[in-house]
């Protein structure tokens, strides 16, 4: 079974920074595009940023310039570099990866979500 695994959220003035990281494991034979989706209270969730295997990315406009996706294939990890929150920032985010468990087999998976809440 692949199993991902966010960390990093919490509670920040706005201003300040956060970095939230999403850990995947189980089994995994390639990890192709792996992103970061939020959910803020009583809205839908929205794409925030992705990153290819080969390393492209895009990211939501409202984000552009203050947040940064990264990741460590060797680690099966994405991360979000979060920077001059806001407090429209708040939500619940979801990291979301497209995973072969088995070769030529892409699923996708998500995560439990971690709360991140700026304060104004």
């Known amino acids: 079974q692949v199993q991902l695994v966010e960390s990093g959220g919490g509670l920040v003035q706005a201003g300040g920074s956060l970095r939230l990281s999403c850990a995947a494991s189980?089994?995994?034979?390639?990890?192709?595009?792996m992103r970061w989706y939020r959910q803020p209270p009583g809205k839908q969730r929205e794409l925030v940023a992705a990153?290819?295997?080969?390393?492209?990315?895009n990211s939501a406009d409202s984000v552009k310039g203050r947040f940064t996706i990264s990741r460590d294939n060797a680690k099966n990890t994405v991360y979000l570099q979060m920077n001059s929150l806001k407090p429209e920032d708040t939500a619940t985010y979801y990291c979301?990866?497209?995973?072969?468990?088995?070769?030529?087999?892409?699923?996708?998976?998500w995560g439990q979500g971690t709360q991140v809440t700026v304060s104004s």
């Open positions: 990153m290819t295997s080969a390393g492209t990315t």
């Open positions: 189980g089994r995994i034979y390639r990890i192709n595009t």
């Open positions: 979301n990866a497209d995973i072969e468990a088995v070769r030529y087999i892409n699923m996708g998976y």
